[in-house]
């Protein structure tokens, strides 16, 4: 089988759509005139620990690729192992990050042992799928742009050798920057190359050309819109100026993959971040200005590629599906205050050892943890310095918060003063994880938690550390809600119930608050930050019911006093 002619393809990640949603998010997709529909696999959303593996409900891969079918699509299908994608990780599953030794994206043997794994586990319920079966799988991609990352090229040929030894039998192919070390390192002989770009269409298809002369041209990732990062600004393309770099594509007669389609939403924790300058957390949405918006929006941009593609293909005669119905907006006072140890039941069980463990070590890695444990100031006081903070701490001693610091600043040491009574202070260092690097050099680097705590230069002993899942099924069940909000600025739980009189889409806004996390009906809908450019979440009519829905929030800086349901989405 060769890779077919022309690819008109477009990205959907069925890990950022509701599964009651897949079936209208690739019709509008199909209607915009695709030929194709993309998706990487998420090893991460799979695979909770080592040797466990989830394919049911949002997780039933084969029923997005069927359902994609249905509309008449073809499938590409990226399984990583590593995916990049904005996704904490890259797609690798923390728990990695559990044996010290271990290096990613290389023949490390008990990496290998775990890629071979969820090969293993993957590739049987793909193989059926593949086109040569009558399936829609028409290629399958070895890796991600591993060009931009090493230089094993063993490494890339197992995971290509393990593809085909399993019954891959559809063309495979890599994707890579298009300058010629990406493609050196990336590529591997007899395996299509394609690239991914965002411009400069001739340029990008000449070096290729110039690294593989006479094979078909793909541009794998065309970024005609992009991500956001917490506290930047937010991303947006000029939609005609997008479609003229597809034109190029397709009047040079290449191939394309739109990324995104649509991006869909980083729901729970599993949005990833950069190490570029500092951590950049990366926001809840994945709009990434797609032509179909997070909320399903048929957008100016959709209009202008469906143009775009018209030209070149035969377009469906169907019109895109309706703008799905949205719930009238209210606003919402809180009903409801906890304090944070008011979810205490819900917490993982505590590890105790001398020294604190990483979050990697003692459960899902995600969420926050709780370290304590108690140290003897000094009648002259002394600094309490956190080792490898990632990547932010509130830091209470003797119950009262003493800091809210980020690594820097965790590094630099808070002072701490002796108790008059001689006796030592009790310490609690709650840690949040704000999402794992997905891209570069410092993939895997930062394991969350702390490393070790320090009073001057003297180590402080004997923790318990406690795993808090903010994302585990019912967390929000064990909280015991009554009370007042906290005075000063902790973690306070905070809760209001908002009667619908049937499931509609919505945005929950909240205004006047700090930072934190929100949940709908028991599932934690994502981060919210002041910070912005994200000011809505969205909450997708599957979510709701007829009736009353509880709306959990956790704040981690400062409460507001009201919940906002919107009916318009604002990300900046
Ligand atoms: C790279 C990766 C994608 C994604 C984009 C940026 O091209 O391959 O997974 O991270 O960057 O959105």
Same mark, same amino acid.
């Given at each position: ?58 997780? +039933? ?46 023949? +490390? ?200 593609? $018209? ?37 993982? +069980? ?29 009648? +002259?006081? $002394? ?190």
């Amino acid at each position: 089988m060769t890779f077919p002619d022309r690819v008109i393809s477009g990205a959907v990640h069925y890990f950022r759509v509701h599964p009651d949603l897949w079936a209208d998010r690739l019709a509008r997709v199909a209607a915009m005139g695709l030929n194709t529909v993309e998706t990487y696999v998420a090893w991460n959303f799979h695979s909770p620990a080592p040797g466990t593996y989830d394919f049911t409900g949002w997780r +039933d891969l084969p029923r997005f690729v069927e359902l994609a079918g249905e509309q008449g699509l073809q499938v590409l299908l990226r399984p990583g192992p590593y995916v990049c994608a904005e996704w904490d990780l890259g797609g690798l599953p923390a728990w990695l990050l559990r044996d010290p030794g271990l290096r990613l994206r290389c023949c +490390d043997p008990a990496f290998l042992a775990a890629v071979d794994d969820y090969l293993d586990r993957l590739l049987p319920l793909v193989v059926p799928l593949q086109a040569t079966r009558g399936g829609p799988v028409v290629a399958v991609q070895v890796e991600n742009e591993y060009g931009s990352f090493g230089d094993d090229a063993d490494y890339l040929r197992h995971v290509r050798d393990g593809l085909v030894g399993r019954g891959i039998d559809v063309p495979l192919f890599t994707s890579d920057g298009p300058g010629p070390d990406h493609l050196a390192s990336g590529t591997l002989p007899g395996t299509l190359a394609t690239v991914n770009f965002g411009s400069r269409v001739a340029e990008a298809f000449g070096e290729l050309e110039r690294f593989r002369p006479g094979e078909p041209k793909m541009c794998m990732e065309l970024w005609h819109g992009w991500f956001d990062h917490w506290g930047e600004q937010h991303h947006t393309r000029d939609p005609g100026e997008a479609a003229a770099v597809l034109e190029e594509i397709l009047a040079a007669g290449g191939s394309v993959n739109l990324y995104m389609a649509h991006g869909g939403t980083s729901f729970g924790l599993w949005s990833g971040a950069n190490l570029e300058a500092g951590h950049q957390p990366t926001v809840t949405s994945y709009d990434y200005d797609a032509p179909v918006g997070e909320a399903g929006e048929i957008t100016e941009k959709f209009h202008a590629f469906r143009t775009v593609i $018209g030209r070149y293909a035969h377009l469906p005669e169907r019109e895109p599906p309706a703008l799905p119905p949205r719930l009238a907006p209210q606003t919402l006072p809180v009903e409801r205050w906890a304090p944070f140890g008011a979810a205490s039941a819900a917490w993982g +069980d505590a590890v105790h050892g001398p020294a604190p463990r990483w979050m990697e070590e003692v459960g899902s890695g995600r969420g926050l943890v709780l370290y304590r444990g108690s140290v003897l100031v000094p009648p +002259d006081g $002394g600094r309490l310095v956190l080792e490898d903070l990632a990547d932010r701490a509130h830091v209470f001693a003797d119950d009262r918060l003493v800091g809210v610091v980020d690594p820097a600043e965790a590094a630099a040491g808070i002072e701490l003063a002796p108790r008059p009574d001689g006796a030592p202070t009790r310490l609690e260092l709650l840690v949040e994880n704000r999402g794992r690097v997905n891209f570069g050099p410092g993939l895997g680097r930062d394991r969350k938690g702390v490393g070790a705590v320090r009073l001057g230069n003297r180590f402080v002993h004997g923790w318990q550390t406690v795993p808090i899942e903010l994302d585990a099924d019912g967390f929000t069940d064990a909280v015991a809600f009554g009370g007042e909000p906290a005075g000063e600025p902790a973690p306070t739980y905070a809760g209001v119930t908002v009667h619908v009189d049937a499931p509609a889409d919505g945005f929950l806004a909240l205004p006047g608050w700090g930072r934190g996390f929100v949940w709908l009906g028991g599932f934690l809908l994502g981060r919210y930050d002041e910070a912005g450019p994200q000011r809505t979440l969205y909450a997708p009519a599957p979510l709701w019911r007829a009736g009353a829905n509880e709306v959990v929030v956790l704040e981690m800086a400062h409460v507001g006093e009201r919940v906002e349901l919107r009916d318009v989405s604002d990300l900046g």
